[in-house]
């Protein structure tokens, strides 16, 4: 694929970029709310489809673009989009989702946090002490960490009131309709292969040309593309007075990123991966200072709640980040 655009002008290669990463995320919205009006009909739970579809759903662009990096054999495409996508929800989005209106943590996002900051200092400290290698046996550990979490999370909410609720809500759909969600869930994966594809190919070829690396590169522009989605909901969330639930989602969408796409990515890439000098030095330690800092603002005795001066906090780290990334190639 990286070949099809070695001599195409540099003006054009940056349209198909960006054409590619708004119709990922289209495609991806079409696949998620189609799989759940099919899981819907057959009676599953808000709560299940909440933990699953949803969730998987909301960290699919991030997983198909690095399935597509593997392919490719750009591991650092694969590290710099997942990483980039956790550090860009929880300081960029998350940010502004507080300056409209202050969030409430629950216990269940509280633990999110607690997992995804252990997470992140597992990796960064594996890769430290290993010659800047991780090790594949903490793709294996990630992937199968992932359906025990997925299982958590409806098992602590799936009350039997709950259950009977939800089969009141069930909705019945015709055969045709269903077969025609079936067929749209298909349609959409494949695009969402075909879109992600030409957006790894973009990328390389532009990284050799500017002379910036695939992981920069997927750590910032590409992150903050897969991840501007979230930005309106996370928004309207907060203006709602729904601020807790908006926090849940980020938080949950960048524990998928840490199990589900960057688990993926250690265990199935073609050759272990090496963390670039820059990871190591500055985006795993500015993840880490992220979530600790979160860390500390849910725990204070004095609120349980994330406010307006957290979300300043957040969005001069997010600058920083992006500053960093822009002075060094």
Do not use: C, W
Not at 281 to 286: E, M
Request: glycine share 6%; no cysteine.
């Amino acid at each position: 694929m990286e070949q099809l655009f070695m001599n195409t002008p540099f003006i054009i290669i940056i349209f198909i970029f960006l054409l590619s990463l708004f119709i990922l995320s289209k495609s991806t919205d079409y696949l998620t709310d189609s799989a759940i009006l099919i899981s819907k009909s057959l009676g599953i739970s808000d709560i299940i489809i909440g933990a699953t579809v949803v969730s998987l759903g909301t960290s699919l662009p991030e997983f198909a673009t690095t399935i597509s990096a593997l392919i490719s054999g750009s591991n650092d495409l694969a590290l710099g989009n997942s990483l980039g996508s956790i550090i860009t929800n929880t300081s960029l989005i998350l940010s502004l989702g507080i300056l409209y209106g202050s969030i409430p943590v629950s216990k269940k996002s509280e633990s999110n946090v607690v997992i995804t900051f252990l997470g992140l200092i597992g990796l960064y400290l594996a890769s430290l002490f290993n010659n800047s290698l991780i090790p594949r046996v903490l793709g294996y550990t990630l992937l199968i960490a992932l359906p025990l979490y997925l299982l958590q999370s409806f098992n602590n909410n799936n009350s039997t009131e709950t259950i009977e609720q939800n089969k009141s809500l069930k909705e019945k759909l015709s055969f045709d309709k269903l077969l025609m969600l079936f067929i749209k869930v298909i349609i959409s994966g494949l695009i969402v292969a075909l879109s992600s594809s030409f957006l790894v190919a973009t990328v390389q070829v532009s990284a050799s040309r500017v002379g910036i690396s695939e992981a920069i590169i997927s750590a910032t522009v590409v992150a903050l593309g897969t991840s501007l989605p979230e930005l309106s909901t996370v928004i309207s969330s907060a203006k709602k007075g729904y601020g807790g639930l908006a926090f849940g989602n980020l938080v949950g969408a960048s524990l998928m990123n840490l199990l589900f796409v960057l688990g993926t990515a250690i265990t199935f890439s073609k050759t272990p991966i090496t963390v670039p000098k820059s990871f190591l030095i500055f985006h795993f330690p500015i993840a880490m200072v992220i979530f600790l800092y979160l860390l500390f603002s849910i725990y204070n005795p004095k609120k349980h709640v994330l406010t307006k001066k957290d979300g300043a906090f957040l969005i001069i780290i997010y600058i920083l980040y992006i500053s960093y990334n822009l002075l060094t190639k």
